[in-house]
């Protein structure tokens, strides 16, 4: 089993649709929770985390973690064209390796105008 | 202040030869840090440093792969001989040196193809 599940899509949307991406999870160490933006050849870039279980809100992206169900999400409303791009969840925390990064295969959203 | 650069940005060889990628980090982070993406898997950690000590290379494939931080500051990546299954992105990422994991900033990797 994977550390990290995430379905790679690809997901295509209408612009000013809500997006919803997830990921799961096997390892309950992890204790952070992150979502990446890549676009295309580039590298990964930070758009959010969280720490433990909870909700955090960003504009218009909202993270989600449920560690019960090692279970995380990221929202996007009123996406736009310009969120197209490559998403990855990324984890990390536990023991002595807390600074390694475990990604998911990431999901490719597509925001058509 | 510049982000992570990484050298080249495409590198095509063939199988048995050698190829070194380099990756300069952000101005003044002690951490650096090797990832790997091969086609269809998700981007795997390789190893990291921080300043010029290898702190964990539990992710790298084999002894093949060589990574280098001499003073601290660039990081090589050789492969020497390059298999077909060494082709993949390669990325590099910095962070301060206690900065949290989430505070890692990606190069823009480097693309290797082994023919």
């Known amino acids: 089993q994977k550390e990290v599940e995430q379905d790679p899509g690809p997901l295509s949307v209408p612009e000013g649709a809500i997006v919803s991406l997830n990921c799961t999870y096997s390892?309950?160490?992890?204790?952070?929770f992150m979502w990446y933006r890549q676009y295309s050849r580039k590298g990964p870039e930070l758009l959010m985390y969280?720490?433990?279980?909870g909700n955090k809100e960003d504009g218009r992206f909202t993270a989600q973690v449920d560690k019960s169900s090692k279970y995380i999400s990221l929202f996007i409303r009123d996406s736009q064209p310009s969120d197209s791009a490559t998403y990855l969840c990324?984890?990390?925390?536990?023991?002595?390796?807390?600074?390694?990064?475990?990604f998911g295969k990431g999901t490719l959203l597509t925001v058509n105008p | 202040e510049a982000g992570v650069t990484q050298f080249p940005s495409h590198s095509v060889i063939e199988k048995g030869q050698t190829v070194t990628l380099r990756c300069d980090p952000i101005?003044?982070?002690?951490?650096l840090y090797w990832y790997r993406r091969v086609m269809g898997k998700e981007i795997k950690f390789l190893l990291h440093?921080?300043?010029?000590?290898?702190?964990?290379e539990s992710g790298m494939p084999n002894n093949r792969f060589l990574a280098e931080r001499t003073g601290g500051t660039y990081s090589t990546l050789k492969v020497q001989p390059a298999e077909l299954e060494d082709s993949g992105v390669y990325f590099c990422?910095?962070?301060?040196?206690?900065?949290?994991?989430?505070?890692?900033?990606f190069g823009p990797g480097t693309r290797l193809t082994v023919t």
């Open positions: 990422a910095s962070s301060r040196l206690d900065s949290p994991s989430y505070e890692q900033y």
């Open positions: 390892n309950s160490a992890f204790q952070y």
């Open positions: 969280t720490y433990s279980s």
């Open positions: 990324a984890m990390s925390g536990g023991g002595g390796s807390n600074y390694k990064l475990t």
């Open positions: 101005s003044g982070h002690d951490n």
């Open positions: 440093f921080v300043k010029e000590s290898k702190q964990d």
